[in-house]
C-alpha cells in the first residue's frame, strides 16, 4: 500500500460526499460496539489475554468509527488531526496489550480453549465483513486508511486468536495466547506508526498547496 495518496484516491471532502462511506462507518460502529461486549464477558469468562486485548481494541475501534462520522463534512486539516489521534491511540493500545500479556504471565492465566475458539471465529467473521465493506477506501485520505488499517489488522488477530486456542488446547499451557496477545500489540503498534506517518505526509501536502 502506498503511503501517499495520488490524484486517483479520494480525499476527505471526496469520501464526506460519499452517502456509502457514512453508510458503511455506522455499520463499522454498531459490529464493533457489540463484539466488544461479547469478547469483554467471552475473555473474562475464558481467563484469555487475547480475547480480553481484542475486546479493548474493538472499543478503541468503535470509537473511532463515532470519530470518523463526526469529521465528516469538516475541513481537511480535521480529518488529519483525527488520524494522528487514531494512530496514537493505536501505538498506546499495543503498550497496554504487551503489559496485559506480561501480567498474565507472571499471575499463571489458565486460558479456555473452546470458549477462545469460539468467539476468536466469531470475531473474525464480524471483522472480516467490516473490512470488506471498507475494502475500496484503503487508498484514500490517512484517515480512510487508518480505518482500512484497523479492519485489517483486526481479522488478522482474529485468526491468530483461533490459532492460539488450538495451542492451549494442544499444549495445556497459556504460552499461545499469550504469544498472540503480544503479535496484536505488535500489530497495534506497526499499524499505528502507519497511520501517524500518513497523516504526516498530508500536512505537509497540506502546507505546501497553501504556501504553494
Same mark, same amino acid.
Given at each position: 500500500?502506498?503511503?501517499?495518496?495520488?490524484?486517483?484516491?479520494?480525499?476527505?471532502?471526496?469520501?464526506?460526499?460519499?452517502?456509502?462511506?457514512?453508510?458503511? =462507518?455506522? #455499520?463499522?460502529?454498531? #459490529?464493533?460496539?457489540?463484539?466488544?461486549?461479547?469478547?469483554?464477558?467471552?475473555?473474562?469468562?475464558?481467563?484469555?489475554?487475547?480475547?480480553?486485548?481484542?475486546?479493548?481494541?474493538?472499543?478503541?475501534?468503535?470509537?473511532?468509527?463515532?470519530?470518523?462520522?463526526? !469529521?465528516?463534512?469538516?475541513?481537511?486539516?480535521?480529518?488529519?488531526? =483525527?488520524?494522528?489521534?487514531?494512530?496514537?491511540?493505536? !501505538?498506546?493500545?499495543?503498550? #497496554? !496489550?504487551? $503489559?496485559?500479556?506480561?501480567?498474565?504471565?507472571?499471575?499463571?492465566?489458565?486460558?479456555?480453549?473452546?470458549?477462545? $475458539?469460539?468467539?476468536?471465529?466469531?470475531?473474525?467473521?464480524?471483522?472480516? @465483513?467490516?473490512?470488506?465493506?471498507?475494502?475500496?477506501?484503503?487508498?484514500?485520505?490517512?484517515?480512510?486508511?487508518?480505518?482500512?488499517?484497523?479492519?485489517?489488522?483486526?481479522?488478522?488477530?482474529?485468526?491468530?486468536?483461533?490459532?492460539?486456542?488450538?495451542?492451549?488446547? %494442544? @499444549?495445556?499451557?497459556?504460552?499461545?495466547?499469550?504469544?498472540?496477545?503480544?503479535?496484536?500489540?505488535?500489530?497495534?503498534?506497526?499499524?499505528?506508526?502507519? !497511520?501517524?506517518?500518513?497523516?504526516?505526509?498530508?500536512?505537509?501536502? %497540506?502546507?505546501?498547496?497553501?504556501?504553494?
Amino acid at each position: 500500500m502506498s503511503a501517499h495518496c495520488h490524484d486517483h484516491c479520494p480525499s476527505s471532502a471526496q469520501e464526506a460526499r460519499d452517502p456509502r462511506w457514512r453508510r458503511v =462507518l455506522w #455499520v463499522a460502529l454498531v #459490529v464493533n460496539a457489540a463484539m466488544f461486549f461479547v469478547e469483554l464477558a467471552g475473555g473474562l469468562s475464558a481467563d484469555s489475554a487475547s480475547l480480553l486485548a481484542d475486546a479493548v481494541d474493538f472499543a478503541a475501534d468503535a470509537l473511532n468509527y463515532g470519530a470518523s462520522l463526526l !469529521v465528516l463534512g469538516m475541513a481537511a486539516h480535521w480529518s488529519t488531526r =483525527l488520524a494522528s489521534v487514531k494512530g496514537a491511540l493505536m !501505538v498506546g493500545y499495543g503498550l #497496554v !496489550v504487551l $503489559g496485559r500479556a506480561a501480567w498474565s504471565a507472571w499471575a499463571g492465566s489458565s486460558p479456555q480453549p473452546v470458549t477462545m $475458539g469460539g468467539i476468536g471465529l466469531l470475531a473474525f467473521a464480524a471483522n472480516l @465483513t467490516v473490512a470488506a465493506l471498507l475494502y475500496r477506501y484503503r487508498g484514500g485520505s490517512a484517515n480512510a486508511r487508518s480505518v482500512w488499517l484497523c479492519s485489517r489488522n483486526d481479522a488478522l488477530g482474529n485468526l491468530a486468536i483461533v490459532l492460539a486456542a488450538l495451542g492451549v488446547f %494442544g @499444549t495445556g499451557t497459556a504460552w499461545p495466547d499469550l504469544v498472540v496477545a503480544t503479535l496484536m500489540a505488535s500489530l497495534g503498534i506497526s499499524g499505528g506508526w502507519q !497511520v501517524l506517518r500518513y497523516a504526516r505526509d498530508e500536512r505537509r501536502e %497540506g502546507r505546501v498547496h497553501v504556501h504553494g
